[in-house]
């Protein structure tokens, strides 16, 4: 038969039989599959990019080349060339001269084009609302911080000597776009016209400076630069960006990327669990025609063409349909949220549609596949013997299809073919396991069925007579709570790591050059501040020179990133206990240590620096520290949680290792709004500390991680809406059968109530069952996905427990609900609709 003929009988067929409860499940399932991905992806699309254009206000840019020394004008150039705007900055300290006296103050030094993202801001007076200024200060001009002006007794409209430059301050500096920082760089703040620096004469041979190129424009042009420019970076500039940048920033949008893929995975698999369950439901309820149309001439191929063609033609209407919902979804969500959102979020174009359609597709291919093989295998002889069923395809189609697709989309989401494998290795194993245990406990409970009342009976036969399909049920069930279960958890555990990560006290104050017979008036007067003891640091400067009696230079290559931590004097301090938010991954602290087993005082390396400088345990460093030459060796390797605003440290000594070399103390801690007064005579008290307020850095964070948040929390509201949605069409998928069977038993004078009691049990037993195969499995996959994935650290969870409760309470009230005509109408009427 000619294809398009097939194609138009196909067409035909389906407008015939549209309205089959079969068809309307498929095309139900398909759709909320198609419009979940699609909005979800279209969320994740904007809302990333949202994410990603709040976190570049962190920069004052989207890449940012930073260095000692300014960048060459061909690589500026070859930006300008790109399309890409394009801004530079220079900070540097130096000493401030007032009227009153000298201030040591951060000096940064813009160009007209700055920022590029985000926005300055000042005040026109002490007190006064804040302004938005377009550009930085112009030529001959600063701005500076109240505290600075404080400090120096000066105000506006005075004149400060910057070098061999006379200033006049025009406007109070309150908040500056890429602030962030380490906190040494957040002593007052003067900002002058990069024009006037040279004459000023302050940047003179060997003066510790950091230039900084800035540049905006499409993800595209930035990636093609930052390529073309590799290779000519100096040993030392660094690229910047906005994982880069801050380390609270990139580990909060790192983690909510992955959970949002994850999320879109989940929502795939409850979509191709619907597929398949609908696509079975389909070929089971076509057995007769496709006999019919066999009898009237139709071969094998073209009996199985013609209904692959209709499954086509509904999946390309499903999908279609479903992208179109599904951008209007997500668009009445970001309408819906208003100013919770950024004022202009970026479109994310036809991509996320377009892969939403391709996903269900891939999705309908794979998981109707195995039973549509089926209907072309029907013998035309079923036309006058209805028990004659068709020779079931090879059980390697079967789940080779729907593995693939599964391992398609997967890979398609992650981008990580280590990821993928490692995921769909350990679901099929999971499934295989828990599938063998439920068919065993199923099989097991026959010789319970002669001491149960009749409905346990009833229930229980439902279910023994086929136990292999009872149990592709259940593991149907289980799949659909494990991946509800597993995006709620995970959601669970990122907001209370983010939480826990900027809580409301969190430390809004850093204290530097805390002197040493200042410490304990200093901490009691903190410690009446903010209503806690603050925890003092000891603090000194010193230079990594050595490795294993091998000069850095030797040892490490410029080009590689761990040059950077040997270009400059690091924060050396010691400790006799681990300090909070560090974790030993190697070796053992002072107190486990056996002092035989080596002559060199201890030092424990942070594991990120270690590996990049490649040092292990047992490894010799030499430091200069004060004029000194210390050598010690590798006792323990730590992770830090950079996430959190307390004070880090790459290098901690053993007690006793830096006892002759000069140090000052550093700590942080948490001055409520109201206690402003308190503050400034803290300041006065102590003259000698500097005081760095990081309260503006604080809320650009808690904002950025509330967006984060927005984002999951959307995302958890699509994939729990299409896990319950799917849960019906897994019911509808036997509701022919049950309808039969409820109907003959009314007919054999069974009562309604033994019916609705024999239902209610079978369900619970059944939701039972899945939602503890779902704890397991949540479980068991979390731990993969804690350690590789989102980098959490893994606790059990007795709360995935309730999922028994969940599957059981879900699942029997919606069956019940599915199946209540048996009751609700006479057995004559229930079976001619089922003929």
């Known amino acids: 038969m000619p294809l398009f003929a097939l194609l138009r009988l196909s067409l035909r067929l389906l407008l015939r039989e549209i309205r089959a409860s079969e ?36 920069l004052g840019a989207d890449l940012v080349l930073s260095g000692t020394a300014p960048a060459t004008q061909s690589q500026i150039d070859a930006g300008l060339e790109l399309g890409l705007a394009h801004a530079q900055t220079l900070e540097f300290a130096s000493v401030i001269g007032g009227a009153n006296g000298l201030q040591l103050s951060s000096i940064k030094a813009v160009n007209e084009h700055y920022p590029l993202r985000g926005e300055l801001r000042y005040r026109e007076q002490p007190g006064s609302s804040e302004q938005i200024a377009s550009q930085g200060p112009a030529p001959g001009e600063a701005w500076a911080e109240a505290r600075l002006l404080h400090a120096l007794g000066a105000k506006l409209g005075d004149q400060l000597e910057v070098g061999l430059l006379s200033l006049k301050v025009t406007r109070l500096l309150s908040y500056e776009p890429d602030r962030a920082g380490d906190f040494y760089s957040l002593s007052p703040r003067l900002m002058m016209n990069l024009a006037d620096v040279k004459d000023s004469g302050l940047i003179q041979p060997g003066s510790r400076l950091r230039y900084r190129d800035l540049w905006r424009g499409q993800a595209s042009q930035l990636q093609a630069y930052q390529r073309e420019q590799q290779a ?43 597929v398949a369950l609908a696509a079975a439901r389909f070929a089971l309820r076509r057995y007769d025609e496709a006999a019919l149309i066999r009898c009237l001439g139709l071969n094998r191929r073209d009996t199985l063409l013609l209904f692959c063609l209709q499954l086509t033609a509904l999946g390309l209407l499903a999908s279609t349909l479903g992208a179109l919902l599904g951008w209007l979804l997500h668009n009445g969500l970001i309408a819906a949220l208003g100013n919770l959102l950024p004022a202009e979020l970026p479109q994310a174009g036809w991509q996320p549609a377009l892969t939403a359609i391709a996903t269900g597709l891939i999705a309908l291919a794979g998981f109707s596949l195995p039973p549509l093989l089926a209907l ?103 799949l659909i709570l494990m991946a509800m279960g597993l995006v709620l958890l995970l959601r669970n555990e990122l907001l209370s790591t983010w939480q826990a990560q900027l809580p409301k006290d969190a430390p809004n104050h850093f204290a530097l050059n805390v002197l040493p017979d200042q410490a304990e008036a200093f901490s009691n007067a903190v410690t009446r501040l903010s209503g806690a003891a603050p925890t003092l640091y000891p603090v000194t400067p010193g230079r990594l020179i050595a490795i294993n009696q091998v000069s850095v230079r030797d040892s490490v290559s410029k080009d590689e990133p761990g040059d950077n931590a040997l270009q400059r004097d690091l924060s050396l301090t010691w400790s006799a206990q681990l300090p909070p938010g560090n974790r030993l991954v190697d070796g053992h602290w002072w107190d486990q240590l056996n002092p035989e087993a080596g002559e060199l005082p201890g030092v424990s390396v942070e594991s990120r620096l270690a590996k990049r400088l490649r040092l292990k345990l047992g490894d010799q460093l030499t430091f200069s520290i004060g004029g000194r030459t210390i050598n010690t060796q590798i006792s323990s390797l730590r992770e830090l949680d950079w996430g959190s605003l307390q004070p880090n440290f790459y290098m901690i000594f053993a007690p006793g290792t830096l006892s002759e070399v000069p140090f000052t103390y550093l700590t942080s801690f948490h001055a409520p709004p109201d206690k402003l007064q308190d503050l400034l005579s803290l300041n006065r008290d102590f003259a000698a500390i500097t005081l760095l307020p990081v309260e503006a850095l604080l809320n650009q964070l808690r904002s950025i991680l509330a967006q984060v948040t927005l984002a999951v929390e959307l995302v958890l509201s699509l994939v729990l809406l299409a896990g319950i949605t799917v849960l019906l069409a897994g019911l509808l998928s036997t509701l022919d059968e049950r309808l039969q069977q409820g109907a003959i038993l009314r007919t054999l004078g069974a009562p309604s109530r033994l019916l609705r009691q024999a239902r209610w049990q079978e369900f619970a037993l059944q939701g039972g069952l899945a939602g503890l195969l779902a704890a397991i499995g949540c479980e068991l996959i979390s731990v ?35 199946t209540r005509q048996v009751t609700a109408h006479s057995p004559l009427s229930v079976l001619r609709e089922l003929s």
């Open 23 to 58: 068809l309307q499940v498929l095309l139900a399932a398909l759709l909320i599959a198609v419009m979940t991905s699609s909005a979800i992806g279209y969320l994740n699309a904007r809302l990333a990019a949202g994410m990603v254009y709040r976190a570049a206000e962190f």
């Open 232 to 274: 000519y970076l100096a040993a030392h500039q660094q690229w910047l960006d906005t994982r880069q940048g801050n380390q609270q920033v990139g580990s909060a949008l790192q983690r909510a990327e992955r959970y949002l893929n994850l999320a879109s995975l989940a929502a795939l698999l409850l979509c191709g669990v619907a």
């Open 376 to 478: 072309g295998r029907v013998p035309p002889l079923r036309v006058l013997r209805r028990d004659l069923q068709p020779l079931p395809p090879s059980a390697w189609l079967i789940y080779g299809s729907a593995i693939a697709a599964l391992g398609l989309l997967m890979w398609r989401l992650s981008l990580d073919l280590t990821l993928t494998l490692s995921l769909l290795a350990g679901m099929l194993c999971l499934l295989v396991v828990l599938g063998v245990g439920v068919l065993l406990a199923l099989k097991h409970l026959r010789r319970w069925l002669a001491r149960v009342t009749l409905a346990w009976r009833l229930s229980l036969g439902q279910m023994l007579r086929q136990p292999v399909a009872a149990a592709g049920q259940i593991l149907a069930f289980a």
């Open 784 to 818: 993969l996905l804690y350690q590789h994935l989102l980098n959490l650290p893994w606790t059990p969870h007795p709360e995935l427990l309730l999922l028994v409760l969940l599957g059981a309470l879900v699942i029997s009230l919606s069956g019940s609900w599915l």
